[in-house]
């Protein structure tokens, strides 16, 4: 049964004019702290679950710095690619990719094959490797040049 939304509201008027305790007996300080603390440790842990490991790679004219990668399987990462260089580069690992589970694809390119990065620019990859193995790493671009790396993915 609903009431009207009128008499729903017990505070029609400002002012305060209720019987408000203001304060006289002791307040239950140490308790409402302790289970603020416990509160804000279980916050703390949830954050901590739940954020990824951020890997750093960045992208010069023409390498990878650093170029060999070890990620743990079933961890959650964040890939931060950003080119330092003057051309464009890109982070190609096709099998790399289609072996992750990836929780924003839309950075990838269509083919999801490859972060591709102006100078400049920056992209963040979220995933979980879910395959041990070694995967190869390249820009498609340069890597006439030399411009590869290694990824492993391990227990
Ligand atoms: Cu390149």
Same mark, same amino acid.
């Given at each position: 049964?609903?009431?009207?939304? *009128?008499? %729903?509201?017990?505070?029609?008027? =400002?002012?305060?004019?209720?019987? +408000?305790? &203001? ?5 239950? /300080?140490?308790?409402?702290? *302790?289970? %603020?603390?416990?509160?804000?440790? =279980?916050?703390?842990?949830?954050? +901590?679950? &739940? ?5 750093? /790679? ?98």
């Amino acid at each position: 049964m609903r009431k009207p939304a *009128a008499s %729903a509201r017990p505070h029609g008027r =400002a002012g305060g004019v209720g019987p +408000r305790d &203001s304060g006289d007996g002791p307040k239950p /300080v140490p308790i409402a702290s *302790a289970v %603020a603390a416990a509160l804000l440790l =279980a916050v703390a842990t949830l954050a +901590r679950a &739940s954020s990824p490991e951020v890997v750093t /790679v960045v992208a010069a004219d023409y390498r990878f710095e650093p170029n060999n990668l070890t990620f743990r399987v079933n961890v959650a990462y964040r890939l931060h690619f950003e080119n330092r260089g003057k051309e464009l580069h890109e982070f190609t690992a096709p099998a790399l990719f289609k072996s992750v589970e990836l929780g924003n694809p839309s950075v990838l390119n269509a083919e999801r094959t490859e972060l591709v990065v102006q100078p400049g620019e920056q992209k963040d990859l979220d995933f979980v490797p879910r395959q041990v193995g070694r995967y190869p790493l390249t820009c498609a671009d340069h890597d006439w040049a030399g411009m590869t790396g290694e990824i492993a993915v391990v227990e």
